[in-house]
């Protein structure tokens, strides 16, 4: 990889008005939580649709948690130098926002402050049969699965499922980041789940710059600049271009 490209990165950065970013799972494999759809991840071990929609939950929530209870220490994690690296352009005004499919949480302890969390997170937890809501902590300290204080149904993760929709208003916010936006830095991503997988297109059909961080890029037919390598090392690099 040349050091032109990460100037030309940089050049397109501080020119931009209103840069944003979207992420996938490639940007937290560095903090040691494998791609799900890696040759260790966590569709390897369990059946996604066995286990990873709503249907399944609904039928047998207790099966579908003896998945989530070994997804909550996965992702006990902490961000890597990558997710600072993005919070330090939030911090610098370069830029606006994420939009992330990860559900980690990793980029708000890693110090972004404007994320959109497009599949949910495990931060909270809702019972499906009275609305209540539960942060980590009270789930954490529970027996697993975790059950309702209030009438003892077990809790859903406020993650989306396979069979569900995104919530309209995740999509509203989205919509909203992306109308101004001309510029997405894309990372860590494939681009093969929909919705998520639309974004860059609709930042590119509207006239936006794309810069793609990925092992194995995917928008080298629409980026303006392809950076090939590791999340946190590229990140790293390319922030010192910038300061």
């Not at 830029?95 to 599949?119: C, E, W, Y």
């Not at 069979?163 to 909203?176: A, G, H, V």
Request: net charge neutral; charged share 20%.
């Amino acid at each position: 990889m040349t050091e032109d490209l990460f100037d030309k990165a940089a050049a397109l950065l501080q020119k931009s008005r209103n840069g944003m970013a979207l992420t996938g799972a490639g940007v937290s494999t560095e903090s040691g939580i494998p791609d799900f759809r890696g040759k260790n991840g966590l569709w390897s071990r369990y059946d996604p649709i066995e286990y990873g929609t709503l249907g399944a939950f609904m039928a047998n929530p207790a099966k579908v948690w003896r998945m989530l209870t070994g997804l909550l220490e996965a992702v006990a994690a902490e961000p890597n130098k990558g997710h600072r690296a993005l919070a330090t352009l939030e911090q610098q005004g370069l830029l606006s926002g994420i939009i992330t499919q990860n559900i980690d949480s990793l980029h708000r302890k890693g110090g972004s402050k404007n994320v959109i969390a497009f599949h949910g997170s495990l931060d909270t937890f809702t019972c499906l049969s009275c609305a209540a809501s539960y942060n980590l902590a009270y789930v954490k300290e529970s027996s697993l699965p975790p059950h309702c204080s209030s009438c003892n149904a077990i809790l859903k993760p406020d993650i989306v499922f396979f069979d569900e929709r995104i919530p309209e208003t995740i999509l509203n916010q989205t919509e909203q980041m992306l109308t101004s936006a001309d510029l997405l830095l894309v990372a860590g991503t494939s681009c093969q789940i929909q919705p998520a997988a639309r974004i860059p297109f609709t930042v590119f059909n509207r006239g936006g710059q794309i810069i793609e961080i990925n092992r194995e890029p995917v928008l080298s037919h629409m980026a303006a600049v392809t950076l090939e390598g590791n999340f946190s090392s590229v990140m790293e690099k390319l922030v010192a271009r910038l300061t």
